[in-house]
């Protein structure tokens, strides 16, 4: 199959990516550094041509509500619309567990990502993941002030990127299934606690403080478990103890 992926060189995009080519697909990857910008559509509805599929992992920049609402709805337009053009069968999207209720930031984005891709024409399906592994580095990195990083208060249940990656190579091949699938780590955490066990394996900060930070709008949901999968959610190992183990061997 000729599949294009939109994000090819991000985190969950290259992991596609990858899963695809080890399968056999040709797979055309499309970012803006091969020339593509999906908000604006410059050079879309080329890097679309002849592919049978589009799987979606682009990322925005900004977390500003109205920016990053603008973001994802512009960018489901644009893919859409040159999709439709294209000929694709089908359009794979990677989003994310829990984000309903949510109304500012990062998910109340992707919600209107979701909600403008299944205003058609072309199919979508949908693949809602937890956070990944992967993203208490990225906590690790926005939180840190000094020696203490300062984690808010999360309920997550982590899974590899390798494994949504997997996950969403099914979901954008299959002809039939699910139009939303969900998709979590074996086990819930506290993010603070993932955090920690980072830290201690980097050997830095040298210390991770839980906070409730009043200021974001989405505390008190992220706190109280929206974010993690219902009771029908494929559950995908590695645990985020043996993803440590894995990526940052305990020194001996
Ligand atoms: N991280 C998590 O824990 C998690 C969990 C669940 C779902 N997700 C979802 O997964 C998606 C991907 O996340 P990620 O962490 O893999 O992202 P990432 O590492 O930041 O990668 C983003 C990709 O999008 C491309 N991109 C950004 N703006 C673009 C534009 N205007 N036109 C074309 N390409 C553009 C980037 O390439 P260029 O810079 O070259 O354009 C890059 O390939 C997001 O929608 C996120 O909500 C993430």
Redesign the pocket.
């Known amino acids: 199959m000729r599949i294009a992926v ?10 596609v990516a990858d899963v695809l080519t080890k399968q056999g697909h040709e797979v055309l ?6 020339g ?5 559509a410059e050079g ?1 509805a080329e890097a679309l041509a002849g592919a049978d599929v589009v799987i ?6 900004t977390t500003e509500t109205a920016a990053v609402t603008d ?2 709805r512009s ?1 489901a337009r644009n893919v859409q619309h040159a999709a439709a053009a294209a000929g694709v069968r089908r359009i794979a ?5 829990g984000i309903d209720q949510f109304t500012a930031g ?2 109340a ?2 919600l209107a ?1 979701e909600h403008a891709y299944r205003e058609g024409p072309v199919p979508v399906r949908i693949l ?8 208490t580095e ?1 906590m690790l990195d926005w939180t840190t002030r000094g020696d203490t990083a300062y984690v808010p208060k999360y309920r997550a249940q ?2 590899a ?1 390798r494994a ?1 990656a997997e996950k969403l190579a099914e979901v954008a091949i299959e002809d039939s299934g699910a139009a939303m699938i969900e998709i979590a780590g074996p086990h819930e955490l506290e993010l603070a606690a993932a955090v920690a066990k980072l830290a201690a394996r980097q050997g830095k900060p040298a210390h991770v403080e839980e906070i409730v930070d009043v200021d974001d709008p989405n505390h008190e949901l992220q706190a109280r478990g929206a974010l993690l999968p219902g009771p029908e959610a494929v559950l995908a190992g590695p645990t985020f103890e043996e993803w440590l183990d894995h990526k940052y061997p305990a020194q001996q």
Request: charged residues 15%; proline residues 0%.
């Open positions: 939109v994000g090819a060189s991000g985190r969950i995009g290259r992991e990857g499309v970012s803006r550094a091969t593509v910008d999906v908000y604006t879309l979606d992992s682009v990322n925005a920049t973001f994802f960018v999207l990677v989003s994310i567990i990062h998910y984005g992707k990502q809602r993941a937890a956070q990944f592994h992967e993203f990225m982590l899974v990127a949504v």
